[in-house]
């Protein structure tokens, strides 16, 4: 499956809700989707977001902070983690599951001790109080292969200072879904989000 590097976040996404809209960000051309864990029931709406997108989508779990929710979110058939944090027991856990691990940075420091805990991403948060300036800065030291993704108070206008910063790639929250939106706004507002990005990086 070819990803274009966005990562829906649904915080607040309830398991009636969670196919439809699941179904609209495929259909838009999104094809990696998150449930935050303080969500009502998420592993429910998770369930149900891999049935409707099988083969379509990734469904995975964000704010994921445990061991034993990462243990919750394979069972359920889930396919990455998203954490706030680099908590290296939930890295190493995700990872002898056999899913993605996405943990949560800040510092050159939580960098690399969450790529020597063998994350497969980097999730820079908050990207707004780090901003394209820092961000540049971090990514001069990184690996050039570890992707690193912007979430945080970022949109879809964005897209192209924090990609000439060196961004591969964005968590997007509050500016694609809120909760209780329709299915038609959900997926126009994927649909442009698609657009940003590919006009960005090309398409996948």
């Known amino acids: 499956m070819k990803h274009r590097n966005i990562i829906a976040i649904t915080r607040g996404i309830e398991p009636h809700e969670a196919a439809a809209i699941a179904t ?3 259909r838009a051309g999104i094809t990696r989707i998150e ?12 369930a149900e977001m891999i049935k409707a997108v099988e083969g379509m989508a990734e469904i995975g779990a964000g ?5 034993d929710q990462v243990s919750d979110l394979k069972s359920v058939g889930g396919q990455f983690v998203v954490s706030p944090n680099a908590n290296f027991d939930v890295i190493r856990a995700t990872k002898a599951q056999g899913m993605e691990s996405w943990p949560g940075v800040m510092t050159p420091t939580e960098c690399f001790a969450a790529i020597e805990a063998g994350a497969d991403g980097l999730k820079l948060f908050p990207a707004s109080l780090i901003g394209p300036s820092g961000i540049k800065a971090i990514r001069a030291v990184l690996p050039g292969n570890m992707p690193l993704y912007a979430v945080g108070g970022v949109a879809d206008q964005d897209f192209d200072a924090y990609a000439k910063a060196g961004c591969d790639g964005f968590g997007l929250g509050s500016s694609l879904y809120r909760t209780g939106m329709g299915v038609q706004e959900a997926e126009d507002l994927a649909a442009a989000a698609v657009a940003a990005h590919d006009g960005v990086f090309g398409q996948p």
């Open 63 to 67: 704010t994921v902070l445990s061991t």
């Open 35 to 46: 449930v935050p864990l303080n969500s009502p029931d998420p592993f429910k709406s998770i």
């Open 24 to 26: 609209a960000y495929a």
